[in-house]
């Protein structure tokens, strides 16, 4: 009788102390989907909230000078921005990973594990922006950049010297669609001792995860597939080695590029869908691809998807699908054919960007790609008549329509 009392007693305290009775997953046994939902979030402890709260917090109390409860100042840490980081990492497959307030302050991040005089080989045919930042802002810091076509790695030997610390990647390329072999540059790197860093974001962490490949550093714009939603801007990185999390932290918390709280969950939020949508990302990028390519006025159509795309091969052993990312180009190649077809289309919106659920066009020369010099640009093959495709999930039925009218 006192026993079953004192049962009943333990029953009641347990189930009044926070988060008794909550489930609590260990991540790594699961799969990419289950993880895009789950990974990093618990019920919050207090209400059993499912959604991760927003811990719109600048500081934290602390019981004595000094014992908190790991968190002191949110620039350091916020549970929100912890939960992301925590299911961005689950999906990268890495131990390790941190959020940015943008991709380029991701990258800045980078970068600034460099000293002067060190040197970076990055993929010749990369974002606009990568490509401003390290020309414009880290060459004056003494740090050297080659841009070399990837393809050609007797090329990359080339430009390796005892300075060179650094391989940078995109792939795919951005936004010829060019892919480069991960796996064959992570080799390269261990060789001659270089950190292999991956721009990830054309392909999002579900078609490709660079770091089991053997790339040290995995990058993403998390504005793109990963947030998915046009809504917000992002950038996070990803590692296994926990010497390169120290210091990419100890630079994100001096440097202070830290998302925002409400931001955080934006992506945490748009991640639960990730698998899902890029599956529609998938076959409707597919399906576009094919349909230009018969079409009588487009010239060429940039998608690594076509069995005789040059690197094909790459793709396919490196990728699980090809994407919703195509450039193609038209037989009358004139600035005012392409402006009149970028102009004609109603779905498929006129702006920069891409990754979201909605469709975009946008003419690199003059949008995404402008800080790139115009000789530079050429040699790549991005012509000012280039159009770019941001494949979105609508109705692929609608999506063809679309383009059959406005390519007329
Ligand atoms: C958009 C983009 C970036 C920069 O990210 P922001 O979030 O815009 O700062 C970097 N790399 C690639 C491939 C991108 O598309």
């Keep these: 009788m006192l026993l079953t009392f004192y049962c009943l007693l333990f029953y009641y305290i347990c189930a009044c102390l926070p988060g008794a009775g909550l489930k609590k997953i260990s991540m790594s046994e699961y799969k990419f989907g289950t ?170 962490p579900y078609l490709q995860n660079p770091l089991n490949l053997g790339a040290d550093i995995v990058m993403h714009s998390a504005t793109k597939y990963l947030g998915g939603h046009s809504d917000v801007i992002m950038g996070c990185l990803c590692t296994n080695d926990d010497k390169l999390n120290e210091q990419l932290a100890f630079i994100a918390n001096s440097c202070g590029a830290v998302p925002g709280p409400m931001d955080s969950f934006l992506v945490l939020r748009g991640l639960k869908t990730l698998h899902v949508r ?71 919106s006129l702006a920069e960007s891409l990754g979201g659920v909605e469709s975009l066009i946008n003419l690199p020369s003059v949008m995404t790609h402008a800080s790139v010099p115009k000789e530079e640009r050429e040699r790549i093959g991005i012509t000012d008549s280039l159009i770019r495709l941001s494949v979105g999930i609508e109705d692929i039925e609608d999506l063809i329509e679309d383009l059959r009218q406005a390519i007329g």
């Design 278 to 348: 890029m599956e529609r990302h998938c076959s409707n990028g597919a399906a576009i691809a094919n349909f230009l390519k018969s079409h009588p006025k487009v010239e060429k159509v940039y998608w690594p998807g076509f069995p005789d795309h040059p690197n094909h091969a790459v793709a396919k052993k490196q990728m699980k699908d090809f994407g919703g990312m195509i450039s193609f180009s038209m037989k009358n190649d004139t600035i005012e054919e392409t402006r009149r077809v970028m102009e004609g289309t109603k779905v498929f």
């Design 35 to 204: 993880n895009a939902i789950h990974a990093g979030q618990e019920p919050d402890p207090t209400t059993g909230a499912i959604m991760t709260p927003i811990y719109q917090t600048s500081t934290y109390v602390q019981a004595s000078p000094g014992v908190h409860q790991g968190y002191a100042y949110a620039r350091g840490k916020n549970p929100t921005r912890v939960a992301l980081e925590k299911c961005i990492a689950s999906l990268e497959y890495a131990k390790h990973g941190l959020c940015f307030s943008s991709g380029m302050g991701a990258s800045d991040a980078i970068i600034k594990l460099l000293r002067p005089g060190d040197e970076v080989i990055a993929t010749d045919d990369l974002y606009g922006g990568s490509y401003r930042m390290f020309t414009k802002v880290f060459a004056h810091f003494g740090i050297v950049f080659h841009f070399v076509d990837m393809h050609d790695e007797a090329a990359v030997r080339k430009h390796i010297s005892a300075k060179t610390k650094m391989l940078w990647i995109e792939t795919p390329t951005n936004p010829m669609m060019k892919i480069i072999d991960i796996a064959a540059y992570a080799k390269l790197a261990k060789e001659k001792n270089l950190l292999l860093v991956v721009d990830n974001t054309f392909a999002s």
